[in-house]
T-cell receptor, first 115, second 112 residues
Framework: NAGVTQTPKFQVLKTGQSMTLQCAQD?????MYWYRQDPGMGLRLIYY???????DKGEVPNGYNVSRLNKREFSLRLESAAPSQTSVYFC??????????????FGPGTRLTVL | GNSVTQMEGPVTLSEEAFLTINCTYT??????LFWYVQYPGEGLQLLLK?????DKGSNKGFEATYRKETTSFHLEKGSVQVSDSAVYFC???????????FGSGTRLSIRP
């Protein structure tokens, strides 16, 4: 049981390049999330998917797109990377409505640098 | 809107010292409250939680009590260890954990 996995762990891009961050969970959770973590700002929600087939914007969605490929996988795409997107990106999952406890489980993160 | 405010760091203590990290919240309803911990190079892990007023969450020697009257959820530990060095995040969610709001994090460093 790997929990939440993310690839890659590190990535360096040049301004204008595109890339996709991958996330998968093996806990049969319904909901999945993408956050970015910047110094002194905690975690900010980029996009989330409450259930398979649905996605919604979070606090800071501009410059990003997401795909909920199936129940296990939730990817984050940067179409044209900008230096302001330099950050650490975390994926998380949650069992969903009706769960007996309300905890999100986090992946190990992807450290992205945009030059 | 809902928000979480926690004390700014970094906090540096000597081993076996008493720890308090303050956290206050603003919410329209009756949120659940959490403390998450992030060890160097890792993702966040749930440390403890409380789902209603006067509940006390505890784990690994850490404790926090849900105080509705002061809208607070301060994290405490009686005797810290070097292995407690990490970043601690206070957080809240309303209804379910479908959306969690995090504080800015407090970096804790423990000197041997």
């Amino acid at each position: 049981n790997a929990g939440v996995t993310q690839t890659p762990k590190f990535q360096v891009l040049k301004t204008g390049q595109s890339m996709t961050l991958q996330c998968a969970q093996d806990m049969n959770h319904n909901s999945m999330y993408w956050y970015r973590q910047d110094p002194g700002m905690g975690l900010r929600l980029i996009y989330y998917s409450a259930s398979e087939g649905t996605t919604d914007k979070g606090e800071v969605p501009n410059g990003y797109n997401v795909s909920r490929l199936n129940k296990r996988e939730f990817s984050l795409r940067l179409e044209s990377a900008a230096p302001s997107q330099t950050s650490v990106y975390f994926c998380a999952s949650f069992r969903g409505q009706g769960a007996s406890y309300n905890e999100q489980f986090f992946g190990p993160g992807t450290r992205l640098t945009v030059l | 809107g809902n928000s979480v405010t926690q004390m700014e760091g970094p906090v540096t203590l000597s081993e076996e010292a008493f720890l308090t990290i303050n956290c206050t919240y603003t919410a329209t309803g009756y949120p659940s409250l959490f403390w998450y911990v992030q060890y160097p190079g890792e993702g966040l892990q749930l440390l403890l939680k409380a789902t209603k007023a006067d509940d006390k969450g505890s784990n690994k020697g850490f404790e926090a009590t849900y105080r509705k009257e002061t809208t607070s959820f301060h994290l405490e530990k009686g005797s810290v260890q070097v292995s407690d060095s990490a970043v601690y995040f206070c957080a809240l969610s309303e209804g379910s954990a479908s959306k969690i709001i995090f504080g800015s994090g407090t970096r804790l460093s423990i000197r041997p």
